[in-house]
């Protein structure tokens, strides 16, 4: 059984990252969602890797927003 990750752990982890611009700890299956900012596919997949490397992250899931229709607040 894996340790969970402390939302103090996880924010000290991802808060060097720039490209990370938004991370929320959520109920359910995952632990954590975040909302990254990459250039392209290569940048993206090698932000997923220091994201997985710095809090030791078991495994990534990813969905990429193709337009954004309604943005409030």
Do not use: C, F, K, N
Not at 36 to 50: F, P, Q
């Amino acid at each position: 059984m894996r340790r969970a990750h402390l939302p103090g752990e996880l924010r000290a982890a991802w808060e060097p990252i720039s490209e990370v611009v938004q991370a929320s700890t959520v109920a359910g299956g995952a632990d954590a969602v975040l909302r990254v900012r990459a250039r392209d596919v290569a940048h993206l997949e090698e932000t997923l890797e220091r994201i997985r490397e710095s809090a030791d992250i078991e495994r990534t899931e990813s969905t990429i927003v193709l337009s954004r229709l309604i943005e409030r607040g």
